[in-house]
T-cell receptor
Framework: GAVVSQHPSRVICKSGTSVKIECRSLDFQATTMFWYRQFPKKSLMLMATSNEGSKATYEQGVEKDKFLINHASLTLSTLTVTSAHPEDSSFYICSARYLTGGLAGANVLTFGAGSRLTVL | GDSVTQMEGPVTLSEEAFLTINCTYT??????LFWYVQYPGEGLQLLLK?????DKGSNKGFEATYRKETTSFHLEKGSVQVSDSAVYFCALIGVAGGTSYGKLTFGQGTILTVHP
């Protein structure tokens, strides 16, 4: 149980186009999902917290107009990179909080396999 | 702010060799510490965790001890297998994260390759 599916796993696009990445919780409901990005040889950095039915909370320095996050249902969050440029090329990973109950359960995060974006 | 530093990889070992991946952190207060593993084509999986000083997390033969005095959480395994080949991430949730358990701070990851 507690599987998160992320799609696409790889995407190549031209500069100026927009790219949408989907993150789905397959067998549980996720009221909160998280989006991370990783540059080569760098740490995973939290970009934003996606809350079902409300606006995402972005980390400092992340452009909310460039990285649009929509969490329209309890099983789906999407990240859209708008007007992508080569510097947006990165590895994007989503995760969802899986509540198994009790305080210990609040610490369980399930991750997707990640999406590698290359902007030409 | 909080930060995590891992030893740079890649790390290449022969089967049954001893593994150590170093991880040190900077954080205020008493963070919770984690090791995540990512196998090829899969999402990150929690490998083990420790929530207070001197705690030892263990799973699948891997161990890590929360050392407050050295701000470290080194990952060890006595005898690695080919199936352990993966990327390993050290991470923490700082005190400032409060109940927001998604605010993990990650190290850059260490690629481990184990040869038969």
């Amino acid at each position: 149980g507690a599987v998160v599916s992320q799609h696409p796993s790889r995407v190549i696009c031209k500069s100026g186009t927009s790219v949408k990445i989907e993150c789905r919780s397959l067998d549980f409901q996720a009221t909160t999902m998280f989006w991370y990005r990783q540059f080569p040889k760098k740490s995973l950095m939290l970009m934003a917290t996606s809350n079902e039915g409300s606006k995402a909370t972005y980390e400092q320095g992340v452009e909310k107009d460039k990285f649009l996050i929509n969490h329209a249902s309890l099983t789906l969050s999407t990240l859209t990179v708008t007007s992508a440029h080569p510097e947006d090329s990165s590895f994007y990973i989503c995760s969802a909080r899986y509540l198994t109950g009790g305080l210990a359960g609040a610490n369980v995060l399930t991750f997707g396999a990640g999406s590698r974006l290359t902007v030409l | 702010g909080d930060s995590v530093t891992q030893m740079e990889g890649p790390v290449t070992l022969s089967e049954e060799a001893f593994l150590t991946i170093n991880c040190t952190y900077t954080a205020t207060g008493y963070p919770s510490l984690f090791w995540y593993v990512q196998y090829p084509g899969e999402g990150l999986q929690l490998l083990l965790k420790a929530t207070k000083a001197d705690d030892k997390g263990s799973n699948k033969g891997f161990e890590a001890t929360y050392r407050k005095e050295t701000t470290s959480f080194h990952l060890e395994k006595g005898s690695v297998q080919v199936s352990d080949s993966a990327v390993y991430f050290c991470a923490l949730i700082g005190v400032a994260g409060g109940t927001s358990y998604g605010k993990l701070t990650f190290g850059q990851g260490t690629i481990l390759t184990v040869h038969p």
